[in-house]
C-alpha cells in the first residue's frame, strides 16, 4: 500500500496576512506545488484544516478533513490526519512549503520500518516534525497527550521512537534545504519568488543513453 500524505491547513495565518495555500510562487500556488510532489509518493493525500477554514484550494485532488483538537496545535492537525489515513504510513508536511522534494520524501519513507516517525535534523538542537513520516502507532501516545492538554510536539517525540535523519543523509538530495523553506512573512513570499525564478525553468541534465 502506497502511503498517505497530510497537509496540514489550519494555522492562522496572522504573520503572513492572508492564504498562503493559494499564494502564488511563479506561476503556480504553493498548494499546486505541494500536490504535486505528494501526488508522486502518496496512495492518497489528506487536507487538515480547522472547523472555520474549509475551503481548502485542493481542487479535489485531496480528502479534506476537519482539526479534530482546533487550537490544539499542529500535533492535533497530525492526529487528525494519521487518524483518517488509509495506509499506517504517512508524509506530513504544512501548507507552506512550497519546495518539496519527492526524492527525500521517499528517502524519509524507507528509513521509517521499525520507528514511530521519522524527523529530519535541520540544527544542532532544532528538528522539523512538520517535514516528516509518522506511523500510525503514534495515534495512542498523541491521543493521550492532546486529551491531557500537553501539546508540545518536541515532548512527544521524546516519548516515541524517532528515526533522526542527519543533514549528511539528506543534503546530497536537498543541497539548499529547500524542502524545509516555509513561508510565515510577506518577505519569505518575496524570497520564494526569487527561488521559484531561479529552479522552475532551470535546464535539467541531460540523460545518458
Given at each position: 500500500m502506497k502511503p498517505t500524505a497530510i497537509v496540514l491547513c489550519g494555522g492562522k495565518e496572522r504573520r503572513f496576512g492572508?492564504?498562503?495555500?493559494q499564494a502564488l510562487v511563479g506561476d503556480r500556488t504553493v498548494m499546486d506545488r505541494i500536490l504535486s510532489v505528494l501526488e508522486l509518493v502518496s496512495g492518497e493525500i489528506i487536507a487538515v484544516t480547522a472547523p472555520d477554514k474549509p475551503d481548502v484550494p485542493v481542487g479535489g485532488r485531496a480528502k479534506i478533513v476537519t482539526d479534530l483538537f482546533p487550537g490544539g496545535g499542529p500535533l492535533g492537525g497530525i492526529y487528525s490526519g494519521l487518524l483518517?489515513?488509509?495506509?499506517p504510513l504517512a508524509v506530513v508536511v504544512a501548507c507552506d512549503m512550497p519546495f518539496l522534494s519527492g526524492a527525500l520524501l521517499i528517502r524519509m519513507l524507507?528509513?521509517?520500518d521499525g520507528f514511530d516517525a521519522v524527523v529530519p535534523r535541520v540544527g544542532r538542537t532544532m528538528v522539523e516534525p512538520l517535514h516528516a513520516v509518522y506511523a500510525k502507532s503514534c495515534l495512542a501516545e498523541m491521543g493521550e497527550r492532546l486529551n491531557s492538554g500537553h501539546l508540545s510536539i518536541a515532548l512527544f517525540l521524546e516519548r516515541i521512537h524517532v528515526r533522526y535523519m542527519s543533514k549528511e543523509e539528506y543534503l546530497p538530495l536537498d543541497?539548499?534545504?529547500?524542502?524545509?523553506?516555509?513561508?510565515?512573512y510577506p518577505e519569505d513570499f518575496e524570497r520564494a519568488n526569487r527561488i521559484a525564478s531561479e529552479i522552475d525553468f532551470s535546464p535539467r541534465p541531460r540523460q545518458s543513453r
Open positions: 492572508r492564504s498562503k495555500a483518517h489515513a488509509a495506509s524507507g528509513m521509517a543541497p539548499r534545504m529547500l524542502s524545509f523553506f516555509n513561508i510565515n
